[in-house]
Antibody
Framework: EVQLVQSGAEVKKPGESLKISCKGS????????IGWVRQMPGKGLEWLGI????????RYSPSFQGQVTISADKSISTAYLQWSSLKASDTAIYYC????????????WGQGTLVTVSS | NFMLTQPHSVSESPGKTVTISCTRT????????VQWYQQRPGSAPTTVIY?????PSGVPDRFSGSIDSSSNAASLTISGLKTEDEADYYC?????????FGGGTKLTVL
């Protein structure tokens, strides 16, 4: 069974850094793209970017390029999303989602990580 | 880049049929597959339709997807509505290197 397990909720202050994780199991982690999706409170889904863990090929949404960093460690089947300096507007639920054979469609979703940024 | 436009909300009675549209703002809707995701409150999205009209195993055949090149839109149709279908629905497509989500439609079954 494919599973994506994300790290727990975080409460941070503006300006702090943060790295959240997404651990995959039940499939060949290096061989399928993983994407990150943001959902701000009461809002819709926004795509941040995707990574191919096998060779760390990364594609960012133009809207989020430079705002976040996506990475992965295939040796431990884990993808990451990180910020160097959080803003209050980064408050959201962040989902990771892995693809199947098709890079363009997320098939399996993590449970989401709530990030709250407040002074 | 293109956008996907959805109605903000739709409502229908149990047992009826509802259709949710997803209009592509530029480029052909037929150029790239469209997926549909259901998101219930407090839960992650799940796929109800992929590649325009394919249903994952476990999704009832009450859910169907289609595309219409004349209106440049994709549609999700849910027949025999049940109260458990009440949720947010998102369409999703892509271009050469980006995923694109629609803004989401809140389905109320009343």
């Amino acid at each position: 069974e494919v599973q994506l397990v994300q790290s727990g909720a975080e409460v941070k202050k503006p300006g702090e850094s943060l790295k959240i994780s997404c651990k995959g199991s039940g499939y060949s982690f290096p061989n399928y793209w993983i994407g990150w999706v943001r959902q701000m409170p009461g809002k819709g889904l926004e795509w941040l970017g995707i990574i191919y863990p096998g060779d760390t090929d990364i594609r960012y949404s133009p809207s989020f390029q430079g705002q976040v960093t996506i990475s992965a460690d295939k040796s431990i089947s884990t993808a990451y999303l990180q910020w160097s300096s959080l803003k209050a507007s980064d408050t959201a639920i962040y989902y990771c989602a892995s693809t199947s054979s098709a890079w363009y469609r997320p098939s399996y979703w993590g449970q989401g990580t709530l990030v709250t940024v407040s002074s | 880049n293109f956008m996907l436009t959805q109605p903000h909300s739709v409502s229908e009675s149990p047992g009826k049929t509802v259709t949710i549209s997803c209009t592509r703002t530029s480029g052909s809707i037929a150029s790239n597959y469209v997926q549909w995701y259901q998101q219930r409150p407090g839960s992650a999205p799940t796929t109800v339709i992929y590649e325009d009209n394919q249903r994952p195993s476990g999704v009832p055949d009450r859910f169907s997807g289609s595309i219409d090149s004349s209106s440049n839109a994709a549609s999700l149709t849910i027949s025999g509505l049940k109260t458990e279908d009440e949720a947010d629905y998102y369409c999703q497509s892509y271009d050469s290197s980006n995923w694109v989500f629609g803004g989401g439609t809140k389905l109320t079954v009343l």
